[in-house]
């Protein structure tokens, strides 16, 4: 006769040592193994009469699938503990720095002027690019320069060995403001246009000053296009560039292709307005030169000055980008040194 | 233009404070650049008087001297030669700070106790005596503040005058504008003398569009000598130095007014006669500066019967130059033709106070008031008598009338302005209106120093600068969409940036300007338009002097800069323009260019590190094109003088060259010492963007999987990996995916002038998976291609 509570208690409480997964196969064997003591208990149930077979098989069967699913779950149990201890031993040293990813990028005066050009096409601008190489009467004559006027003085020129009869001597444009000419010799109002690009003064060049520089020069003609839509948008072009809370004002100024003419100035973004060595003391930083187009532009380009109006606008790029990077010498952007160009 | 604070306020007969006029001049569109106080840096020095001077008991060359400060006699001790008993003298008090920061302290020297210094102008900074102490007039009064008493409590504005207005380049100038926005009234100082004398000087013009007005006095028996101490610091303050008391005059009356003056003996010009013509060939003039200056070229002069005495508008000669022995003068106010002036001024390189005014142009019928004011002055100052004056003034000015149509102020402005408004603010500037009340538009008549004044437009600026365009309202941004004018230039070259950022190479700017010296380096083909560069004829420097015909001079210093700072590699891209000459016009192109050399930091387990190779900048080029998706592209081997020979290529599209890559020649890597290679590629942007893309067919991804087969051979070193490649095609059909070589073996294991390569044959096909059969059949037939064309070797 098989007495199953003993062998039960027997069962469990060997099942309650096991703490290897060696003492597991050694009970495994003991008990459910092929001569083992609940395996053999289970094939002497054939020897028995019907009545206590179904007795002791029903409590037999129930202990083996007991037994079997305690051993199951210790497996179980032991597997995942190894399996914790592998991934616990797999370490790196988080702290060690990254490898080099090599990289590339655009040069910062192309990122800001990027920025200038996203800002201006929602607005609904479109560019338009002239060439470097200009004849007097674009980049002076039709812009309301008059000849031998100390205007131009401002905007000392480099000459070229190009000559004709018909265009004079080329020269390398001082602004960008000749591509304004162009766009309104091509096309009729409304125009929107933004031209930028690069270019000359006859400077020494030195760590504010340089004798190649770019620009970038706004132009609407229409109908009806007043000093007070150009407080407009160069108010919000300036606020998208340099952020929603910064201080602008506008100041009268000169140019001759503009009238009404101004200044544009932003709140020093270094010392916010209370006065640091990078806004002399004033607050302010010079960012935009700007007016309504002069009557005698339009009359160059045979438009009616009593029917269209419009406005311009220029600014430096170089100086935009020292004053946003913080680079305080202009021949970097000039240099390509990796180091310098690897920041932006 | 620096203006004193003081003579601005005298003028307006007010007391307004240097911030009340910097905010004033701001608003009206001066810039201001600097606001200097002169008595800033001298502190706690009072006028003295000398009571007492006793020798120094125990030194020689010191005295004890007791001064008055106005309260109590101070003992100082002092060293200067000149110290007299009754002097007023500048007393340092215990406690003051000197010019330079020095500070006065009680000190006992050699015994005797010093309270406080006496100073000289050196020590003062208001001169270059240091060798004795400074004299005061006896007029001042013992006590009071020396810079009070001297007048140098005073502050200096300086600000910027834009070209079109030459009328704020003055003291009377500037306030007539303060005058206008502060709403104050304004007059000129009154002159007592009248234009017009009892008998004529001789005065001929020979040219009356070169000068449009000459006023000539002459007043005989002046004195020459020292100027009123008020005129000096008035010069001073404005940075003018004291010369005598007539050059002073003409300069003060020059600050006051705007006007220049000229002053010349009178008994030196020949005959007493005033010419003013144009310079003859052969004749010359010594200047004020010194100088000589050549007169050949055509330019405008004052001369006598026979020589030139100044050049008109710029400058003086120094032959007739009022000195210590003049006794007559003749005062010349006059009105030269501004590029008259600035042709003179340019072409004998002088500016002066006086061209400066003229380029810009002064007021025709102000000159006068200036001329009869430095009378006035000099007769004060000099002495003398005003005996005979001469007028040529054939076309007198005729005053600007500008017609003003208030709607049309507002519509360019954008803003609701009255006409009321308008005309008060343009009657404040001295404009006289023409028509009273009745008709819509307003006229007015412009007075003659604002001779910027032309049209309506100058009159609706001048609205805007007196409302200030603070006032002006901020319109909300009303868009328009246009579309029919976008060049794609910009999108295509935001392309180029971003494929070759992706392909690790940052942007480069270089200026555009080239040395002639590059082409002794950078070799072309005889003929080669980039040889033939447009020169800047007024170039910064040597290697300023040509305008770039390709990026590669700016790019190759770009290496040898960053080579230099011992930067471990240099990947630099740029898009630049080129110029080329093109008959009587120019050219441009704009153009895109690599430059490659050295090589990526070595990792910390990194075995080597990868220097970059020949085929390095081939994959940047075959990334490049395939990533903008130009069509039809290839390289193929070609000569390039300023390249290695042996390491060059072309790139085409379409058959026609669009650029050059290779590693550069030897003789450049010699010129710059470089010890690793540099590779460079220029491509034309403009084909470029021809063939450029946005949109792209799209290659469906494989189904079914692929079979690899390797192959080693040893072939023949003339046979390139192209000629290999076509070969291997013909027999594969379309089943070939791809053909890619992994190894190329040269040394001692196999025969000279043979190389080994292994490469790899990808199979697929689009329709069903292939056999291992179908692989063999064309590996076999590779292999035989191979060994049959070019007695290639199979390796085992």
Redesign the interface.
């Given at each position: 006769m098989v007495d199953v509570k003993k062998l039960e208690s027997e069962i469990l409480s060997q099942l309650d040592c096991v703490g290897e997964p060696e003492q597991l196969q050694t009970l495994r064997n003991t008990f459910t193994g092929r001569k083992g003591k609940l395996t053999l208990a289970l094939r002497s149930l054939g020897t028995m009469d019907k009545e206590e077979r179904s007795r002791l098989g029903k409590e037999l069967n129930n202990l083996r699938s007991l037994v079997e699913d305690r051993i199951g779950a210790l497996e179980k149990k032991f597997r995942e503990d190894d399996r914790q201890e592998l991934i616990g031993k797999d370490r790196v040293d988080v702290t060690?720095p990254g490898?080099?990813i090599?990289?590339?990028?655009?040069?910062p005066?192309?990122q800001v002027m990027?920025e200038i050009?996203n800002i201006f096409i929602s607005?609904?601008?479109?560019?338009?690019?002239g060439?470097?190489?200009e004849t007097d009467y674009y980049n002076f004559g039709a812009l309301n320069f008059p000849?031998?006027?100390?205007?131009r003085?401002?905007q000392d020129t480099?000459?070229?060995?190009?000559?004709?009869?018909?265009?004079g001597?080329?020269i390398?444009r001082t602004h960008t403001s000749p591509v304004q000419i162009h766009v309104m010799q091509s096309?009729r109002p409304?125009?929107?246009?933004l031209m930028p690009g690069?270019v000359?003064r006859?400077e020494?060049?030195d760590s504010s000053h340089s004798?190649?520089f770019h620009q970038v020069e706004g132009l609407a003609v229409?109908t009806?296009i007043?000093?007070?839509?150009l407080?407009?948008?160069l108010?919000?072009f300036v606020r998208r560039m340099f952020g929603p809370a910064i201080k602008v004002?506008?100041?009268?100024?000169?140019f001759?292709f503009t009238?009404?003419?101004?200044?544009i100035d932003i709140q020093c973004l270094l010392c916010k307005g209370k006065g640091c060595g990078v806004c002399k003391r004033t607050g302010w930083l010079e960012m935009l030169g700007a007016g309504?187009v002069?009557?005698n532009v339009f009359r160059a380009v045979k438009y009616d000055?009593q029917v269209v109006?419009g406005y311009a606008f220029g600014m430096g790029v170089e100086r935009i980008a020292m004053l946003k990077f913080g680079v305080n010498d202009m021949r970097l952007?000039?240099?390509?040194?990796?180091?310098f160009?690897?920041q932006f | 233009m620096k203006v004193s604070l003081k003579w601005v306020n005298e003028i307006l007969r007010t007391e307004l404070s240097a911030d009340d006029i910097v905010s004033v001049l701001?608003?009206?569109?001066f810039?201001v650049e600097q606001c200097e106080k002169k008595s800033e840096s001298i502190r706690n020095v009072i006028v003295g008087e000398i009571k007492e001077v006793l020798p120094h008991p125990r030194a020689q060359r010191l005295s004890v001297c007791t001064v008055f400060d106005g309260q109590t006699d101070k003992s100082v001790v002092c060293g200067a030669p000149n110290v007299v008993q009754g002097l007023k003298v500048p007393l340092a008090l215990v406690g003051a700070v000197l010019p330079g920061g020095k500070v006065i302290r009680k000190s006992t020297i050699r015994g005797v106790d010093s309270e406080g210094m006496i100073c000289s102008e050196k020590e003062l900074f208001m001169g270059d005596v240091a060798d004795g102490i400074m004299h005061l007039p006896s007029s001042m009064i013992a006590g009071e503040d020396l810079c009070a008493s001297l007048g140098l409590d005073d502050t200096i504005i300086e600000y910027e005058v834009?070209?079109?207005?030459p009328d704020v380049l003055s003291h009377i100038g500037i306030a007539r504008e303060i005058a206008v926005a502060r709403h104050l009234s304004f007059l000129l100082p009154k002159t007592k003398t009248r234009l017009a004398a009892t008998s004529e000087c001789k005065v001929f013009i020979e040219d009356q569009k070169a000068c449009g007005r000459y006023c000539a006095q002459v007043i005989e028996g002046i004195k020459v000598g020292p100027t009123p101490r008020f005129i000096v610091q008035r010069l001073n303050a404005c940075g003018i130095r004291s010369i005598n008391n007539i050059v002073d005059v003409t300069n003060y009356v020059l600050l006051e007014t705007g006007h220049p003056l000229h002053s010349f003996d009178y008994d030196l010009l020949e005959n007493q006669e005033i010419h003013v013509r144009f310079s003859r060939q052969g004749e010359s003039i010594k200047a004020l500066d010194g100088k000589s200056y050549d007169l050949s070229e055509k330019i405008l002069i004052i001369a006598d019967r026979s020589k030139p005495v100044a050049i008109a508008g710029v400058i003086g000669g120094e032959d007739t130059a009022v000195s210590a022995s003049t006794t007559n003068i003749l005062l010349e106010a006059a009105y030269f033709n501004?590029?008259v002036v600035?042709?003179a001024s340019r072409k004998l390189d002088i500016s002066t106070e006086s061209s400066y005014r003229f380029?810009?142009g002064i007021g025709m019928v102000g000159l006068e008031y200036a001329s009869l004011r430095a009378v006035d002055l000099i007769l004060m100052c000099a002495g003398g008598e005003k005996t005979k004056s001469k007028e040529v003034y054939p076309k007198p000015f005729v005053p600007v009338v500008i017609e003003l149509n208030p709607k049309r102020v507002n519509?360019?402005?954008?803003?609701n302005i009255t006409k009321n408004t308008m005309a008060d603010i343009l009657n404040r500037l001295n404009m006289e209106l023409k028509n009273k009340g009745v008709i819509e538009s307003l006229i007015f008549q412009v007075p003659s120093f604002r001779i910027d004044l032309k049209?309506e437009?100058?009159l609706?600026?001048e609205i805007?600068?007196h409302v200030g365009?603070?006032t002006?309202?901020?319109?909300?941004?009303?868009?328009?969409?246009?579309?029919d004018?976008?060049?794609e230039?910009?999108t295509f070259q935001?392309e180029i940036?971003n494929v070759?950022?992706?392909?690790?190479?940052?942007?480069?700017?270089?200026?555009?300007?080239i040395s002639p010296d590059v082409f002794t380096y950078i070799h072309f083909e005889p003929g080669d338009k980039r040889k033939e560069c447009?020169?800047?004829?007024?170039?910064?420097s040597q290697e300023?002097t040509l305008?770039r015909t390709t990026l590669l001079p700016g790019l190759i210093q770009?290496v040898v800069?960053?080579i230099s700072?011992n930067?471990p590699?240099?990947?630099?891209y740029e898009l630049g323009?080129v110029?080329f000459?093109n008959g009587?016009?120019?050219l441009?192109e704009k153009k895109l260019a690599g430059i490659l050399t050295g090589s990526?930091?070595k990792?910390?387990w990194m075995e080597k590190s990868l220097t970059f190779d020949f085929r390095e900048c081939t994959g940047i080029v075959e990334y490049l094109l395939t990533r903008l998706n130009v069509p039809n592209w290839k390289i193929a081997p070609h000569r390039i003088p300023y390249l290695h020979p042996g390491q060059s290529a072309c790139i085409y599209i379409d058959d026609k060259p669009v650029g050059e890559m290779g590693c550069l020649h030897p003789d450049i890597h010699e010129k710059f010492k470089f010890n690793t290679q540099v590779y460079y590629f220029e491509m034309n942007a403009g084909t470029l963007m021809h063939g450029f893309r946005t949109s792209r067919p799209y290659k469906p991804l494989p189904r079914y999987p692929a079979i690899k087969r390797d192959f080693s051979f040893i072939f023949d070193a003339r046979i390139t990996w192209d000629q290999i490649m076509k070969e291997v095609l013909k027999d594969g059909g379309s089943i070939i995916e791809g053909i890619v070589p992994f190894d190329r073996y040269e040394g001692e294991k196999i025969r000279k002038d043979t190389y080994g390569l292994s490469f790899s044959l990808t199979l697929r096909s689009t329709e069903r998976t292939l056999t291992d059969k179908e692989a063999d059949e064309i590996q076999n037939k590779v292999i035989n291609r191979l060994k049959e064309i070019f007695g290639a070797q199979l390796r085992t």
């Amino acid at each position: 006769m098989v007495d199953v509570k003993k062998l039960e208690s027997e069962i469990l409480s060997q099942l309650d040592c096991v703490g290897e997964p060696e003492q597991l196969q050694t009970l495994r064997n003991t008990f459910t193994g092929r001569k083992g003591k609940l395996t053999l208990a289970l094939r002497s149930l054939g020897t028995m009469d019907k009545e206590e077979r179904s007795r002791l098989g029903k409590e037999l069967n129930n202990l083996r699938s007991l037994v079997e699913d305690r051993i199951g779950a210790l497996e179980k149990k032991f597997r995942e503990d190894d399996r914790q201890e592998l991934i616990g031993k797999d370490r790196v040293d988080v702290t060690l720095p990254g490898k080099h990813i090599v990289g590339g990028g655009s040069h910062p005066l192309t990122q800001v002027m990027r920025e200038i050009i996203n800002i201006f096409i929602s607005f609904g601008f479109v560019l338009a690019e002239g060439t470097d190489l200009e004849t007097d009467y674009y980049n002076f004559g039709a812009l309301n320069f008059p000849e031998d006027h100390p205007a131009r003085d401002a905007q000392d020129t480099f000459y070229t060995d190009i000559t004709s009869e018909k265009d004079g001597t080329f020269i390398l444009r001082t602004h960008t403001s000749p591509v304004q000419i162009h766009v309104m010799q091509s096309v009729r109002p409304p125009i929107r246009a933004l031209m930028p690009g690069r270019v000359y003064r006859h400077e020494a060049i030195d760590s504010s000053h340089s004798a190649v520089f770019h620009q970038v020069e706004g132009l609407a003609v229409d109908t009806h296009i007043t000093f007070a839509d150009l407080k407009g948008i160069l108010t919000l072009f300036v606020r998208r560039m340099f952020g929603p809370a910064i201080k602008v004002r506008f100041r009268p100024s000169f140019f001759p292709f503009t009238e009404p003419s101004a200044e544009i100035d932003i709140q020093c973004l270094l010392c916010k307005g209370k006065g640091c060595g990078v806004c002399k003391r004033t607050g302010w930083l010079e960012m935009l030169g700007a007016g309504m187009v002069h009557p005698n532009v339009f009359r160059a380009v045979k438009y009616d000055p009593q029917v269209v109006s419009g406005y311009a606008f220029g600014m430096g790029v170089e100086r935009i980008a020292m004053l946003k990077f913080g680079v305080n010498d202009m021949r970097l952007f000039f240099e390509n040194d990796m180091r310098f160009l690897r920041q932006f | 233009m620096k203006v004193s604070l003081k003579w601005v306020n005298e003028i307006l007969r007010t007391e307004l404070s240097a911030d009340d006029i910097v905010s004033v001049l701001e608003t009206i569109g001066f810039q201001v650049e600097q606001c200097e106080k002169k008595s800033e840096s001298i502190r706690n020095v009072i006028v003295g008087e000398i009571k007492e001077v006793l020798p120094h008991p125990r030194a020689q060359r010191l005295s004890v001297c007791t001064v008055f400060d106005g309260q109590t006699d101070k003992s100082v001790v002092c060293g200067a030669p000149n110290v007299v008993q009754g002097l007023k003298v500048p007393l340092a008090l215990v406690g003051a700070v000197l010019p330079g920061g020095k500070v006065i302290r009680k000190s006992t020297i050699r015994g005797v106790d010093s309270e406080g210094m006496i100073c000289s102008e050196k020590e003062l900074f208001m001169g270059d005596v240091a060798d004795g102490i400074m004299h005061l007039p006896s007029s001042m009064i013992a006590g009071e503040d020396l810079c009070a008493s001297l007048g140098l409590d005073d502050t200096i504005i300086e600000y910027e005058v834009t070209p079109n207005r030459p009328d704020v380049l003055s003291h009377i100038g500037i306030a007539r504008e303060i005058a206008v926005a502060r709403h104050l009234s304004f007059l000129l100082p009154k002159t007592k003398t009248r234009l017009a004398a009892t008998s004529e000087c001789k005065v001929f013009i020979e040219d009356q569009k070169a000068c449009g007005r000459y006023c000539a006095q002459v007043i005989e028996g002046i004195k020459v000598g020292p100027t009123p101490r008020f005129i000096v610091q008035r010069l001073n303050a404005c940075g003018i130095r004291s010369i005598n008391n007539i050059v002073d005059v003409t300069n003060y009356v020059l600050l006051e007014t705007g006007h220049p003056l000229h002053s010349f003996d009178y008994d030196l010009l020949e005959n007493q006669e005033i010419h003013v013509r144009f310079s003859r060939q052969g004749e010359s003039i010594k200047a004020l500066d010194g100088k000589s200056y050549d007169l050949s070229e055509k330019i405008l002069i004052i001369a006598d019967r026979s020589k030139p005495v100044a050049i008109a508008g710029v400058i003086g000669g120094e032959d007739t130059a009022v000195s210590a022995s003049t006794t007559n003068i003749l005062l010349e106010a006059a009105y030269f033709n501004p590029r008259v002036v600035r042709r003179a001024s340019r072409k004998l390189d002088i500016s002066t106070e006086s061209s400066y005014r003229f380029e810009r142009g002064i007021g025709m019928v102000g000159l006068e008031y200036a001329s009869l004011r430095a009378v006035d002055l000099i007769l004060m100052c000099a002495g003398g008598e005003k005996t005979k004056s001469k007028e040529v003034y054939p076309k007198p000015f005729v005053p600007v009338v500008i017609e003003l149509n208030p709607k049309r102020v507002n519509q360019i402005l954008g803003t609701n302005i009255t006409k009321n408004t308008m005309a008060d603010i343009l009657n404040r500037l001295n404009m006289e209106l023409k028509n009273k009340g009745v008709i819509e538009s307003l006229i007015f008549q412009v007075p003659s120093f604002r001779i910027d004044l032309k049209e309506e437009i100058d009159l609706i600026e001048e609205i805007a600068r007196h409302v200030g365009y603070h006032t002006i309202p901020t319109a909300p941004v009303k868009g328009i969409i246009m579309n029919d004018m976008l060049p794609e230039t910009w999108t295509f070259q935001e392309e180029i940036r971003n494929v070759l950022s992706g392909a690790a190479f940052y942007e480069a700017y270089n200026y555009g300007f080239i040395s002639p010296d590059v082409f002794t380096y950078i070799h072309f083909e005889p003929g080669d338009k980039r040889k033939e560069c447009i020169s800047v004829t007024n170039p910064l420097s040597q290697e300023f002097t040509l305008l770039r015909t390709t990026l590669l001079p700016g790019l190759i210093q770009n290496v040898v800069m960053n080579i230099s700072k011992n930067n471990p590699y240099t990947r630099l891209y740029e898009l630049g323009t080129v110029f080329f000459k093109n008959g009587n016009s120019s050219l441009e192109e704009k153009k895109l260019a690599g430059i490659l050399t050295g090589s990526y930091p070595k990792d910390l387990w990194m075995e080597k590190s990868l220097t970059f190779d020949f085929r390095e900048c081939t994959g940047i080029v075959e990334y490049l094109l395939t990533r903008l998706n130009v069509p039809n592209w290839k390289i193929a081997p070609h000569r390039i003088p300023y390249l290695h020979p042996g390491q060059s290529a072309c790139i085409y599209i379409d058959d026609k060259p669009v650029g050059e890559m290779g590693c550069l020649h030897p003789d450049i890597h010699e010129k710059f010492k470089f010890n690793t290679q540099v590779y460079y590629f220029e491509m034309n942007a403009g084909t470029l963007m021809h063939g450029f893309r946005t949109s792209r067919p799209y290659k469906p991804l494989p189904r079914y999987p692929a079979i690899k087969r390797d192959f080693s051979f040893i072939f023949d070193a003339r046979i390139t990996w192209d000629q290999i490649m076509k070969e291997v095609l013909k027999d594969g059909g379309s089943i070939i995916e791809g053909i890619v070589p992994f190894d190329r073996y040269e040394g001692e294991k196999i025969r000279k002038d043979t190389y080994g390569l292994s490469f790899s044959l990808t199979l697929r096909s689009t329709e069903r998976t292939l056999t291992d059969k179908e692989a063999d059949e064309i590996q076999n037939k590779v292999i035989n291609r191979l060994k049959e064309i070019f007695g290639a070797q199979l390796r085992t």
